[in-house]
């Protein structure tokens, strides 16, 4: 199964945030959320790497990378990992097209 998201446009980004997932609003500054090692774990997984993959390229253990998913995971308020690996997907492409448009 794959996932698509729908970047946002540059006339639709002034709209209202709209809730992500419980009390996180859209779109979700991941900087302000996460450490910046959780957001690095968060970026690799959403390329499609899995826990083992992330240890071995990172020089750390597996344990460590399933508490760093673990914490980000409740940082972002989402419901699972899935949801935070959409959450942090989604966010980067409307980061991507926010730098677009203000150049």
Known sequence: MTAHFAPQTCATQGRSHAAVAGNIHWPVNLSERMTPRQLEIMLMLAEGKVNKQIAYELDVSTATVKVHIRNAITRLGAKNRM?????????????????????
């Open 83 to 103: 949801n935070a690996v959409a959450i942090v997907a989604a966010n980067s492409v409307v980061f991507q097209n926010s730098v677009a448009c203000a150049a």
